[in-house]
Each structure stands twice: as structure tokens, then as C-alpha cells.
């Protein structure tokens, strides 16, 4: 609120990127461009001119709050749904070996730190019609991680509920792919010797790779389809150009085994290319699930 006499006023700019190429790129311009205080008795307030201060940086950043330094910073009790707020906890390692996770959800906008390792920037800006936000797991590698006294360090922008995030542990025994025909070979298909490119690879048409974590081998094929399926990894559907037999072709190449590599070709699969609307793209999901130990009789 402006109050009667000197006020100050601090912006906080952040910049993700700056155009570096185009016509007319020396009259582009970055950050605040004008400040105007409006709905005065006396009109609108321009303060472009008014003599601003610059000053590159957070005070947690010359700290370094986010790294074993942020122990000498003078943290007090958090306080709630406040913005522009470093907060800091403790917690060990979920025992296991599945995936490890941090549930933002109850937050705004920020960075998120690990043991001082950057786990990049989380934002709740888009909710769908659950009221969740699009993204709001975020993972954390194990390899990050301690036995015990991990440090979570974050900057929050706009205000949350720091104490009602959760480190959990998910499942991700569903695996997917979806290639076409027409997709290029793999990337290690070629590689750069004396400044040229050349092909290493023998045969350059796409695979399709599926492989399950260590320890799980692939139990189910859930879905299969050569032709112009639909979706995306969990909700894939069948297109008018769907193959029936590619099912039956993808269980018996890679159910039993932790890895399987698969050929995209409609000539393996039955595929008719002159089917209107054909991708000539196959689609698969998998289940994974743990080895089965088997008794001796």
C-alpha cells in the first residue's frame, strides 16, 4: 500500500531468455521497461525516471542458502504463503529402489535444490479440471540423495505451503513407445571423426526400444497397434488403420525379458500404406513387474 510520504518500491525481475538473432534486435529491449503508479487523486505517477537502484541477484544466491553454506545463514521459524522466501528442511532417504519424487503441489512458483544440486524450476501455472497442476512432481535422483540429513532448499516467488510438501517414492512399471516409419535412425547411428560425419550403423531405419528397470522383466504387452494410433503413453487408441496382429507380434518378441527391441516397419506388422490417414507408426505399452523366483521341484 502507498503510505503518506517517501515510499519504496523493490521489483523483482527474472529473465529466461533473450532473443539474440532478428531484424531491429538493438531496439529489443529486456526487464522493465517503465513504472507507473495509477489511481492516485493527482492522476497517474510516472517513476521511470525516478533514479532506480540495480542490484544482480538474491541475497541467498551470494549465501549460497542452497548448498552446506546455507548453514550459516540465519534461518528463522517459516512463515506461510509469503513470496520471495527461501525455505529449508531436512529428510532422509525413502528406503527402496523405486523412483523418489517431491509433491510441489502446495507451492507457487520456484527453484527447487537438493544437497545443493539444482533440481530446476517448478510452477504451478496451468490447473486442469481436477484442480491440480499439470506438473507437480518433480524428481529428485538417488544418486543426490544421503542415507539421512538430506537438505531441501527452495526459493519461492509467490507463496505456499511449504509444510504440506512430500517426498514420496512412485511406480513407473509402465513403459511406451511411439515411433514411425518415417522417423530417422537413431542418433548413435552416426558419429563426428576428423570434423565429418559419418554413418556407423548398418542398417538406419527406426527401432522401437522398450526396456524395463533392473530387477523387472516386461509381463503384460497392455496395448499394441501399427497403422495411425492415437494418445499418448497410458491412453494410447486404436486409428482406422490399426493392424490386429501387432499384438500378438510384440508378446512373443519381448514379454519374459527386461529389453526388447522392435522393427518399425509395416511390412512386419501387416501395415497397409495406402490406408487413408496412415502414420505408418507403431505404438506400444508395457507393464513391467519384478522377476518371479521359481521353486526347484
Known sequence: EVKVGINHISILSSTLGLQDSGSYLERRQAGVHSVTIQGLNTGTLDLTSNGWGHIVGLE???KQAFTDKGGEVQWQPAVFDKPLTWYRRR????????????DMNPMGKGILFVNGEGLGRYWSSYKHALGRPSQYLYHVPRCFLKPTGNVLTIFEEEGGRPDAIMIL???RDNI??????TNPGHVRSWE???SQLTMVADDLKPRAVLTCPEKKMIQQVVFASYGNPLGICGNYT???CHTP????????????KRSCVLAVSHEVY???LNCPGTTATLAVQAKCSKRQRTAEQ
Open 60 to 62: 541467498g544466491e551470494r
Open 91 to 102: 529428510f532422509d532417504m525413502p528406503t527402496g529402489e523405486d523412483p523418489v519424487v517431491i
Open 169 to 171: 517414492t512412485v511406480k
Open 176 to 181: 511406451c513407445s511411439f515411433i514411425s516409419e
Open 192 to 194: 563426428t571423426k576428423d
Open 238 to 240: 486404436f486409428g482406422n
Open 245 to 256: 496382429k501387432a499384438k500378438e507380434i510384440v508378446e512373443k518378441a519381448c514379454v519374459g
Open 270 to 272: 501387416g501395415g497397409d
